[in-house]
């Protein structure tokens, strides 16, 4: 984190993205962020450990405040965008309810097996969809700045 910390404000200012606006309202909301995402919180503190040990000046060298920079635009940024595209993502298949499984099950079903036939492949495309919605929200979770991306966005 403390890479990160000399320029998170000039993310916010000029990017956008889940950091804009937050602010902490106080320490018990912080508290209460920090155990609920506990678990995205120790890939976070891995990938700062690996963001750290890639930085090669310290940070009371005027070369730190470059490299963090670069970290932040390589390796940062990208992943946050990344994670923006998988919440898309994943807002899209929840505010298209029904999935395109159970509809080509559907259309599949009524020319070529009888009723029954149809709500089997219906069945198995809804299950398939809560599957792959599942497995979205187990990508999301599991990414190294899902941490850094979920507190902003809750702090804001």
């Given at each position: 984190v403390v890479l990160l910390r000399p320029i998170v404000g000039q993310r916010t200012r000029t990017t956008g993205g889940p950091l804009q606006g937050a602010q902490p309202t106080g320490m018990d909301e912080i508290l209460d962020v920090r155990e609920e995402l506990s678990r995205p919180l120790v890939r976070f503190r891995a990938e700062m450990s690996v963001l750290a040990r890639a930085t090669t000046a310290s940070s009371v060298e005027p070369q730190f405040r470059d490299e963090a920079k670069d970290h932040w635009i390589e390796r940062v940024v990208p992943a946050l965008q990344e994670l923006d595209e998988l919440v898309e993502e994943k807002r899209l298949r929840n505010h298209f309810?029904?999935?395109?499984?159970?509809?080509?099950?559907?259309?599949?079903?009524?020319?070529?097996?009888?009723?029954?036939?149809?709500?089997?492949?219906?069945?198995?495309?809804?299950?398939?969809?809560?599957?792959?919605?599942?497995?979205?929200?187990?990508?999301?979770?599991?990414?190294?700045?899902?941490?850094?991306y979920e507190t902003a966005r809750r702090l804001s």
């Open positions: 309810k029904v999935p395109v499984d159970a509809v080509v099950g559907v259309v599949t079903g009524v020319f070529t097996g009888p009723p029954l036939g149809v709500a089997a492949a219906v069945a198995t495309g809804i299950a398939g969809e809560a599957q792959r919605r599942a497995d979205l929200n187990r990508q999301i979770r599991q990414r190294p700045y899902y941490f850094l």
